[in-house]
């Protein structure tokens, strides 16, 4: 599992991806004036949307901060994010990861040696503690705390202020202190003082209820400016039981070096840029929002808890890393198709039909599903669609689900929209979820925070499933397609079909639709 990466000896920090990305032609220095006020994201957006490289503003007005943005923000930075070069290598990350999940014991020597190696995997991936950690070189206490000296963004014109979007936000169970690492939003309230927007079902809003419990204050500190991997790390909820910490070092290969904050009992990774530390008092809460979210639209106004900033500790000459959410294509999109491949080998092995899933981007990272199944009875779509919603919490805001047999290449829309239009007969082939618990963020829904859910099987139909005769489907003979092969440079049509179409020749836009849209100012380097 030791990513190539770690092997070369790279510097797991945010320095360290910044060098290899200009190292590899894909981080653009900007020294003009930006204003982070709209402006910055308004630039980084249409760069985003052109597939164009990562972004360093190097005179951020307001600030002498530096702002690193749009660094995850093509899939191939995802995958060097992580020290890999494939999105293969994703799914064999996963399959080493399913191992701990639920593990059944080897069926043979093989399988020992697997599993072996993965516990030793384990071993390697414990975090350590650095006594001098870099992310302390300056510190502020106090009065000294001035949240206006960093470049926050506001990102979008009914943006309600300035917010932190990639910083990772850490507190413990009060009652086993166990740590919870996760990525939520932060809404600047005052020089001192933001809220912090997180679901009742995650991690941080379980601790502070806790803390309510008992009657205590909630110790919080947000790390900013950590290397991607660990962003990546702390964004997936994946079921195994195993801390956070743990977690990203078995995503990187090594273990996180750490360090223990200044005011709080709370560990940080110890090579972030700037470290936020505080306190949550139960129930002292303000107006959160609203702001511009990933379903492409504005979010409510909310009350959230209101977050104490006691400290603030920073590297010498930090730098500010962030993004910004909004329609696809945006870096969590891109983020959760690389998450999708991790997921796979893991969603199999709770679900053993299950061939193959996606989750296009298209469809908001996680609002419509395709999976692919190995059918072999009737009513097996339905119980895989099923079994999907409840295999790991994300996927319980899923609200659509089509079915399809495992020939069809989910990543195809062409083979997916013929799949529902051959095989799915509406009054049958739709299986609906009424009044289930839904994102308050979906303004579909006729309840905010309940909705329905959709199941289509558009699978090959089995005996009972169909009254009448199928027709056959169409395919040629094996023969016949290798006489068709060994001829075709003899036909002169050895540069045809070499690679996938554009499909743009057949009135698709999906992969270049933005770039359209935004014209010839969108072509970037």
């Known amino acids: 599992m030791a990513t190539a990466l770690a092997a070369k000896g790279t510097q797991r920090d945010l320095r360290g991806f910044l060098k290899l990305l200009e190292e590899r032609g894909q981080l653009r220095r900007i020294s003009a004036p930006v204003d982070p006020d709209l402006e910055l994201a308004g630039i980084s957006d249409r760069v985003l949307s052109a597939g164009g490289p990562a972004l360093l503003f190097e005179n951020v007005i307001g600030s002498e901060i530096p702002v690193a943005v749009n660094l995850l923000g093509t899939l191939e930075r995802v995958l060097w994010s992580m020290g890999m070069e494939s999105p293969e290598e994703l799914e064999a990350l996963g399959e080493r990861l399913a191992l701990l999940q639920q593990p059944k014991p080897p069926k043979g020597v093989g399988e020992a040696i697997r599993f072996g190696s993965v516990l030793l995997d384990v071993l390697k991936a414990k975090p350590d503690l650095d006594l001098l950690p870099p992310c302390q070189q300056e510190v502020f206490k106090g009065e000294a705390v001035n949240l206006d000296a960093l470049p926050l963004l506001r990102p979008w014109p009914g943006d309600a202020g300035r917010i932190i979007t990639l910083g990772l936000v850490i507190t413990k169970d009060p009652e086993t202190g166990t740590p919870n690492v996760g990525v939520y939003r932060l809404q600047q309230q005052s020089i001192n003082t933001m809220t912090v927007h997180w679901l009742s079902v995650r991690g941080g809003a379980r601790h502070l209820r806790k803390a309510a419990a008992l009657g205590k204050p909630l110790e919080i500190a947000i790390a900013i400016g950590v290397h991607p991997l660990l962003v990546m790390a702390a964004a997936t909820p994946i079921p195994v039981q195993l801390s956070e910490w743990l977690f990203a070092g078995l995503y990187g290969g090594e273990g996180v070096r750490l360090a223990r904050c200044k005011t709080v009992n709370l560990e940080v990774p110890s090579h972030s840029e700037i470290v936020l530390e505080g306190t ?14 990933h379903m492409g639209f504005y979010g409510g106004v909310e009350p959230s808890p209101l977050v104490r900033i006691q400290c ?42 299950i061939v193959d899933f996606f989750l296009p981007m298209e469809g908001l990272s996680y609002k419509l599903a395709v999976i692919a199944i190995d059918k072999a009875y009737p009513g097996q779509a339905k119980r895989a669609a099923m079994a999907f919603w409840s295999a790991l919490p994300q996927f319980t805001y899923t609200k659509f689900v089509v079915v399809v047999d495992q020939s069809i290449n989910i990543r195809d829309p062409r083979q997916v929209i013929w799949a529902i239009s051959s095989l799915v007969d509406p009054q049958r082939d739709l299986f609906v979820l009424e009044n289930t618990p839904f994102d308050t963020l979906d303004f579909a829904s006729e309840q905010l925070g309940l909705g329905g859910r959709l199941a289509i099987d558009a699978t090959t139909k089995l005996g009972p499933e169909r009254q009448h005769s199928w027709g056959e489907p169409l395919r040629r003979t094996p023969e016949l397609e290798a006489r068709l092969d060994a001829r075709w440079e ?3 049509l050895a540069d045809v079909g070499q690679s996938e179409p554009d499909p743009a020749l057949f009135g698709y836009l999906l992969e270049n639709v933005l770039q359209r849209l935004t014209g010839p100012k969108a072509k970037v380097g």
Do not use: H, W
Request: proline share 12%; net charge negative; no cysteine.
């Open 490 to 492: 003899e036909l002169g």
């Open 312 to 353: 603030v500790t920073q590297r010498r000459q930090p730098t500010y890393f962030t993004t910004f959410s909004g329609r696809p294509p945006k870096e969590d999109a891109m983020l959760a198709i690389a998450l999708n491949r991790i997921y796979t080998p893991i969603l199999r092995q709770q679900i053993p039909e």
């Open 280 to 293: 949550i008092t139960p129930g002292e809460e303000l107006a959160d929002g609203p702001f511009g979210d």
